[in-house]
């Protein structure tokens, strides 16, 4: 549920651009999302790391996991200075 959140906000966003008032609450919503998305991807990533040097006979899935988890510290930036934008 939660990682389709910022995909809603963002979709919420676009839908909404002629109403300003609704359209600044949106931008609220996001920002007030996205920095603590960023903040705890980060987090998790830096764990996942560290996970794997306690893991080694797993370390490989464990890196390529955390790769995949990196993946989604661009995606909530390009989400943040798409709404914060406009």
Request: aromatic share 16%.
């Amino acid at each position: 549920m939660v990682a389709y959140t910022g995909t809603a906000c963002l979709l919420f966003h676009f839908l909404l651009v002629p109403s300003d008032q609704q359209h600044y609450f949106v931008i609220l919503v996001g920002l007030f999302y996205a920095i603590p998305v960023i903040a705890i991807n980060m987090i998790i990533f830096l764990a996942t790391i560290t996970a794997s040097f306690w893991h080694q006979e797993y370390q490989n899935q464990i890196i390529s996991n955390a790769l995949i988890q990196l993946i989604n510290i661009p995606i909530a930036l390009l989400y943040l200075f798409i709404v914060a934008g406009t």
